[in-house]
Nanobody, 129 residues
Framework: QVQLVESGGGSVQAGGSLRLSCSTS?????????VAWFRQAPGTERERVAA????????IYDDSVKGRFTISRDNAKNTIYLQMDKLKPEDTAMYYC?????????????????????WGQGTQVTVSP
């Protein structure tokens, strides 16, 4: 059974940094999983921010966060991180960690929100001007 628990959200001023953590169980680097960070602001659709493949470490980022956010994994801790730098007010949202079995590495580039089977409860990120 895959379980995901997010942490690390909070309130920061524009230009600041936060690191989100997604503690996972049921996933290891020997498995073929896509793990992604999504975000959703009130009145908007859930959007993928970044994703990583647990076997190959292939990554993908939304254009809005390229150069500012970094997704990474610590296999020893079974944790996926999202380092967020140069935060902007438009980054304010609830951030969710999600996972899905991805036997094909290429799936990390194409998996849509509705195709992820496992979700965490979310962690709020608020960026003030």
């Amino acid at each position: 059974q895959v379980q995901l628990v997010e942490s690390g959200g909070g309130s920061v001023q524009a230009g600041g940094s936060l690191r989100l953590s997604c503690s996972t169980s049921g996933i290891s680097s020997r498995n073929y999983y896509c793990v992604a960070w999504f975000r959703q602001a009130p009145g908007t659709e859930r959007e993928r921010v970044a994703a990583i493949h647990t076997r190959s470490s292939d990554t993908i980022y939304d254009d809005s966060v390229k150069g500012r956010f970094t997704i990474s994994r610590d296999n020893a801790k079974n944790t996926i991180y999202l380092q967020m730098d140069k935060l902007k007010p438009e980054d304010t949202a609830m951030y969710y960690c999600a996972a899905d079995f991805c036997p094909a590495v290429s799936a990390v580039y194409t998996r849509r929100p509705g195709e992820y089977d496992y979700w965490g409860q979310g962690t709020q990120v608020t960026v003030s001007p």
